[in-house]
């Protein structure tokens, strides 16, 4: 009776040793499978974030150019202030010579 008894007790532990390895079995693939999608995140994320770094400095390169052609008229209107100013110093300047030397 005892042998029976044992041979038993190892089949009960043997049934259930397959179902656990079955059952982890089934685990592995499930982690297996997210590892392979947590890895193809990875990838895309890198790839996206390189993306990004390109657009910036693309960005930056714009916001240069604009800055360039924001500017122009602003160096364009300070040229000809400066010629409208002195071209008036000038005439002043003149009129004031005339007005001392010509005796009006």
Known sequence: ???????????????????????NTHRIDKLEELTNTIQSLAITMNNTVNEIKYMREDVTSLDDRIG???NEPIKRFNKYK?????????SLVGLLVGLVLGGW
């Open 68 to 70: 360039k052609i924001e």
């Open 1 to 23: 009776m005892e042998k029976n008894s044992i041979n038993i007790d190892c089949v009960k532990k043997l049934v259930e040793i397959e179902a656990r390895s079955k059952s």
């Open 82 to 90: 400066d010629v409208i100013i002195t071209s008036m110093l000038t």
